[in-house]
């Protein structure tokens, strides 16, 4: 995928084996070590990949639907890595069309389709996770257009991909307390993953969370829950080069009404 947004996250912490500065990992098991391999990959300054990343997201309230679609191409490039392995990518949106939108509502209006051409610069670190995502020369877009790049990337952060710092084979099962962000809310969850094979230099790993909605929205209590089912099919050699699958559900009520949000992600890299 050239889309260093939904690239691998890694935590800061301490490993399951006890090293500090790894992710913070439960091993369940270590998988076949005649398979075995480090992940992410470690990044190279020139690394590039290019995707088509499509999202759906149809929100349900009291019965009532709403549909949104948008298909995304991007490429980025790794422009820089530190020594410590912590790197910095920058992805260029060299297309953005909303192809489904409530009807009579204006598109234009939404921001989507001015996000063209538009640019984010994003730091990790050794583990790959995200330091931070910058919206670049973002003073030249509108606020319609800012909010729209918001919710596009916190969709994206979603899929959440965390490995140990040891290396896993396949079968390997793994968990991680994590934070999903998604429609304006952030709640703690926990990701099961799976490596599911190592071939033909990609892996595969599936990966499945759960989490308990109890807050306030703008002074009304929401109260629910947000689950994902979702993999990656991703390079041994190159962070940025991944392909995703996702679906999210978020089933909730709030002040009576019942709403349910379904949010499909499908990222397929052109690099492959």
Do not use: K, W
């Given at each position: 995928m050239g889309c260093s947004l939904i690239a691998p996250v890694g935590v800061d912490g301490?490993?399951?084996?006890?090293?500090?500065?790894?992710?913070?990992?439960?091993?369940?098991?270590?998988?076949?070590?005649?398979?075995?391999?480090?992940?992410?990959?470690?990044?190279?300054?020139?690394?590039?990949?290019?995707?088509?990343?499509?999202?759906?997201?149809?929100?349900?309230?009291?019965?009532?639907?709403?549909?949104?679609?948008?298909?995304?191409?991007?490429?980025?490039?790794?422009?820089q890595v530190a020594?410590?392995?912590?790197?910095?990518?920058?992805?260029?949106?060299?297309?953005?069309?909303?192809?489904?939108?409530?009807?009579?509502?204006?598109?234009?209006?939404?921001?989507?389709?001015?996000?063209?051409?538009?640019?984010?610069q994003q730091t990790f670190d050794r583990a790959g996770q995200v330091?931070?995502?910058?919206?670049l020369a973002a003073e030249s877009l509108s606020d319609a257009a800012r909010s729209a790049a918001q919710g596009f990337t916190g969709n994206l952060q979603s899929a959440q991909f965390v490995y140990p710092a040891e290396p896993v084979g396949v079968g390997a099962k793994w968990s991680a307390e994590l934070e999903i962000t998604t429609e304006g809310l952030t709640l703690p969850a926990t990701y099961h993953y799976e490596l599911t094979d190592v071939s033909d230099g990609r892996y595969t790993v599936t990966v499945s969370y759960r989490s308990t909605i109890?807050?306030?929205?703008?002074?009304?209590?929401?109260?629910?829950?947000?689950?994902?089912?979702?993999?990656?099919?991703?390079?041994?050699?190159?962070?940025?080069?991944?392909?995703?699958?996702?679906?999210?559900t978020i089933d909730a009520t709030t002040g009576g009404t019942v709403l349910n949000v379904a949010i499909g992600i499908d990222v397929q890299s052109s690099e492959r």
């Open positions: 301490t490993s399951a084996s006890g090293d500090e500065g790894g992710s913070p990992v439960v091993v369940e098991s270590a998988g076949d070590q005649a398979t075995a391999t480090i992940l992410p990959p470690a990044a190279v300054v020139g690394q590039a990949a290019g995707s088509v990343t499509t999202i759906h997201l149809s929100i349900t309230a009291q019965g009532s639907p709403i549909d949104l679609a948008i298909r995304v191409d991007l490429r980025a490039a790794v422009s020594p410590d392995g912590g790197y910095t990518a920058v992805t260029t949106i060299d297309r953005i069309q909303l192809f489904e939108a409530p009807e009579g509502v204006d598109r234009a209006a939404l921001g989507y389709e001015e996000l063209a051409g538009a640019r984010f330091l931070s995502t910058e919206l109890e807050t306030t929205i703008q002074g009304a209590p929401v109260s629910g829950t947000v689950a994902g089912l979702g993999s990656v099919s991703g390079s041994i050699d190159n962070p940025l080069d991944v392909s995703v699958t996702l679906g999210q």
